[in-house]
């Protein structure tokens, strides 16, 4: 059956660094509210906010203390509301965040568990005895450090999977499902249009006490299979869709990395738990990293394996959600592509590369103006707790500091949170007032007002991509076609069709600085419906395509 949602373009937001509106130095609503329509012209249909709810902030809002409200340095419930409605006018619907792996410390269940470990607050939390005098086992956050953290005055550990601000919950708990499920009508009630939803990979936790073999020197480990799809969790994803998401025609994507592809269908197929999915098999390579170093093709080849691999599962039964940015990595071109290679048309190739696979398009804010990273001097400009933590097991490994300081700033997540570039005013348009984190200097280059005036710029050719992705003359082959991966063999060539009935669409891009010939038989009625190049170089069943000239044909 048609969904809304199966024909949508997504646009990611990350509050604190869209756009500020009252000189505090911090994104927030009203500030996202007078970029709608920039939002419209760009031509995308839902927005995922990242966190909005209140929080101390420890981990940007991942860090929830009452799901209820809206933090105050975002602005009030009823921006929050006028939001929701002006978006409307706009035929724009908004996905909110929803984070209940965890909470944060402050919240008030927490709060009270604290208090009195007898209370049944304490059974919302992960919370064990310790090992003698050690936590309960050797499990190591993924943000680094023992999952586990002593509470004062006794010899019980709650466990967070995240920064220690973040304690885990216990979804053995039925009481505590029933108010998570509460949360969501809450917020279906005022009118969101569905979830991307957090971390939920991790709800289901089957305890070990046991010592893990550490796998590092600070003699903890890495436990997935006992806290990451762990045995048993289809039966809260099941609960879950079936009393808190069944019979609302809602869009619902889990954060969640499926080991098992076979599992997919199960977990996002018609029936499945979710709609959709945000997965990070394909995200997880850098063209900086030993792997890739000066072999930028081997790791396009590595793309296309994954991202075919992806669609052939996919079709008829998935819809993924495509990305290649979010606020959790490094900004796209330096992940793929050779840093003296970063200019245009790499940059709209990445974008062509994967908007027409199938799946749902999602652009992450800056990603449209071609935003890069900004990589620090000192380790001390960085806020994100896991980057420092990150950095000491660096030091810990036996990484110099400038060894160590190098590695983050390829890898680390607030490369993508500087501030948005919307001009060449102070702070790049962002603020006013301080900044909470530094703009990227190359905003007097790269910003939003400069490539609005100029007809070839990348964001002009987002929208026109966009514009193609949404006509109403290919939608359906762009939704429901089927993907046939072309040239597999010719390295450095990303090439698919989509078909459906007699209806085509070829997309092929040259992921490479030289020059690249193919055999294509190029119809001449066809239509050029996306080029990053002026012309195509087509001579007698050859078609030559320039360094990184991407093309789409109709
Ligand atoms: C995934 C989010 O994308 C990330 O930003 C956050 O730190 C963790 N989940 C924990 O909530």
Redesign the pocket.
């Known amino acids: 059956m048609k969904k809304w949602w199966h024909s949508a373009v997504g646009y990611q937001i990350y509050p604190k660094s869209f756009q500020d509106s009252n000189g505090d130095g911090i994104g927030d609503i009203k500030g996202i509210i007078s970029r709608l329509p920039y939002l419209k012209e760009l031509g995308i249909s839902v927005i995922w906010l990242?966190p909005i709810n209140q929080s101390p902030m420890k981990?940007?809002g991942?860090?929830i203390s009452d799901y209820y409200h809206i933090d105050p340095s975002f602005g009030s419930d009823e921006d929050f509301e006028n939001l929701i409605t002006e978006a409307k006018k706009y035929d724009i619907r908004i996905l909110l965040?929803l984070?209940i792996?965890?909470t944060s410390v402050k919240h008030e269940w927490f709060q009270k568990a604290l208090a009195d470990l007898d209370s049944p607050y304490a059974d919302y939390y992960m919370i064990r005895e310790g090992n003698g005098n050690l936590p309960p086992n050797n499990w190591r956050s993924?943000?680094g450090g023992s999952a586990w953290e002593r509470i004062e005055g006794t010899n019980k550990y709650y466990l967070h999977?995240?920064?220690v601000d973040?304690p885990d919950l216990n979804w053995e708990n039925p009481k505590l499902r029933k108010e998570l499920y509460h949360i969501i009508q809450f917020w279906l009630n005022k009118g969101v249009a569905g979830f991307r939803i957090?971390?939920i990979a991790h709800i289901k936790k089957v305890f070990d006490a046991a010592m893990k073999e550490a796998d590092g020197p600070d003699g903890l480990a890495e436990d997935f299979e006992h806290y990451r799809n762990a045995k048993g969790i289809e039966q809260f994803l099941a609960e879950m869709r079936d009393q808190a998401f069944a019979g609302q025609d809602i869009l619902t994507i889990a954060?969640m990395d499926v080991p098992n592809p076979n599992d997919w269908v199960e977990f996002f197929g018609d029936n499945g738990y979710f709609s959709s999915i945000f997965d990070f098999y394909h995200t997880i390579y850098n063209v900086q990293s030993e792997e890739f170093k000066d072999r930028p093709v081997e790791l396009v080849e590595k793309l296309k394996e994954r991202a075919f691999e992806k669609q052939t599962l996919a079709h008829n039964k998935v819809f993924f959600t495509n990305f290649i940015e979010?606020?959790?990595l490094p900004r796209s071109p330096e992940r793929l592509i050779p840093k003296e290679e970063i200019h245009f048309y790499s940059k709209s190739l990445l974008a062509v590369h994967y908007f027409f696979l199938r799946g749902i398009p999602v652009v992450y804010q800056g990603q449209e103006i071609g935003m890069q990273d900004y990589p620090k001097n000192s380790i001390s400009e960085y806020i994100d707790l896991?980057t420092h933590n990150k950095y000491q097991e660096y030091l810990l490994r036996g990484k110099s500091p400038e060894e160590a300081l190098s590695q983050i700033n390829i890898e680390n997540?607030e490369n993508s949170r500087t501030p948005f570039q919307w001009s060449t005013d102070q702070n790049a348009g962002f603020t006013e007032g301080e900044p909470w984190f530094e703009v990227n200097p190359n905003y007097v280059d790269i910003n939003y007002e400069k490539q609005e005036q100029d007809a070839d710029s990348l964001l002009n050719f987002y929208k026109r991509l966009i514009k193609v992705r949404r006509n109403i003359e290919y939608e359906d082959v762009f939704v429901y076609g089927r993907t046939l991966q072309l040239f597999k063999e010719v390295k450095g060539c990303f090439a698919y069709k989509r078909q459906l009935g007699d209806k085509e669409v070829t997309v092929i891009c040259n992921f490479t600085n030289q020059s690249l010939t193919i055999d294509y038989e190029y119809d001449a009625a066809t239509q050029i419906l996306m080029n990053n190049y002026k012309n195509i170089q087509y001579t007698q069943g050859l078609l030559s395509l320039n360094p990184y000239q991407a093309i789409v044909i109709g």
């Open positions: 990242s981990d940007h991942y860090d965040d984070v792996n965890h993924m943000f999977l995240f920064t973040q957090d971390a954060e979010n606020h959790d896991a997540r």
